[in-house]
């Protein structure tokens, strides 16, 4: 087993290698003057079991190009299998046409490149459609963050707790934590009553006193969670959290956090953050290593992936 990164996360790779007590595989990964990526092994991988740690957050498609590029290499270079260890998938929420417009399944041409340089299985982190599984002719392993969100929300030990959902499309992962830990569900049903009408949030579940908990699978703009802690504050809720695994935290996502009643925003560390969301006192990250570790050691074992969530 060796594990290789672009320069995507770094740091999240050395965490995983010292899961793993191995050494970070030696791989040169830059530019040429033109802005083309170029990657060079500094190693024998003839005959090995790579694995690719390499989000492709942003700037995405420098990381994504890291990536394929990389993967040819390792293929080039006789790799016995080339595991693709993307924390973050970017391009997963352009998964469908709705409402038939002429518009690309991004998700479908980042699976198909994939697949087309020689990698033999991805490995990924809270998915944001799970469908995408199904854009790939090779096998894709979804794990999922919420473990270490779940431990950390029992560290707190906050009082009168219950988890909310910012959305309808995030009860199935919101319910799944909730039963976790035992604890009450609310539900934001965001709808425009009337068209040219602002967006009204319906809160379903008695959030008065209590502290509510928003759980999603990402944080990109922060709108929609600083919206959603407006509205159960204005409902009486006592406090409010958010809970996500990826901090895409794009835009003014770190001026709409701080100018927010959010309390606090907990994310993983599947996206490096920026400066200034490392400044922002009420954004707090979470270390998702171990779980990634596991995984891989068990994709290289030959072993159960579903196991280490029952």
């Not at 990964?29 to 083309?36: A, I, L, N, R």
């Not at 999603?216 to 407006?230: E, F, R």
């Not at 995984?295 to 280490?308: D, F, G, L, Q, V």
Request: proline share 4%; net charge negative.
């Amino acid at each position: 087993m060796m594990v290789f990164t672009g320069n995507a996360n770094p740091d999240l790779a050395r965490r995983v290698v010292r899961q793993l007590h191995i050494p970070l595989g030696d791989i040169s990964v830059g530019k040429f003057s033109d802005g083309e990526i170029t990657a060079e092994i500094n190693e024998n991988v003839r005959g090995k079991d790579v694995f690719i740690i390499q989000p492709t957050c942003a700037p995405t498609n420098d990381n994504l190009m890291e990536l394929v590029v990389m993967a040819d290499a390792f293929r080039r270079s006789s790799a016995t299998r080339i595991t693709a260890v993307i924390p973050y998938f970017g391009y997963a929420r352009q998964d469908r046409r709705p409402r038939s417009a002429r518009v690309a399944i991004s998700a479908k041409v980042v699976a198909d490149m994939l697949t087309v340089v020689g990698i033999d299985r991805v490995l990924t982190v809270d998915l944001h459609a799970d469908q995408i599984q199904g854009f790939f002719d090779i096998p894709v392993d979804n794990i999922y963050g919420s473990p270490v969100l779940v431990d950390d929300i029992e560290d707190q030990r906050f009082e009168n707790l219950m988890i909310v959902s910012p959305d309808i499309g995030g009860v199935v992962r919101a319910r799944a934590v909730a039963k976790s830990l035992g604890v009450d569900l609310g539900i934001i049903d965001k709808r425009r009553e009337k068209a040219n009408h602002s967006e009204v949030m319906h809160i379903i579940g008695d959030v008065e006193g209590r502290t509510c908990i928003l759980v999603d699978d990402m944080v990109d703009t922060a709108g929609t969670l600083c919206h959603a802690a407006k509205a159960l504050k204005e409902h009486g809720a006592a406090k409010v959290f958010a809970y996500c695994t990826h901090p895409v935290l794009s835009g003014r996502a770190i001026e709409n956090i701080e100018n927010s009643v959010l309390d606090e925003l907990v994310v993983t560390n599947t996206i490096p953050l920026s400066a200034a969301a490392q400044a922002c006192d009420r954004i707090r990250q979470l270390d998702i290593a171990p779980v990634v570790a596991e995984a891989m050691r068990r994709i290289s074992n030959e072993e159960s992936i579903s196991a280490m969530f029952r």
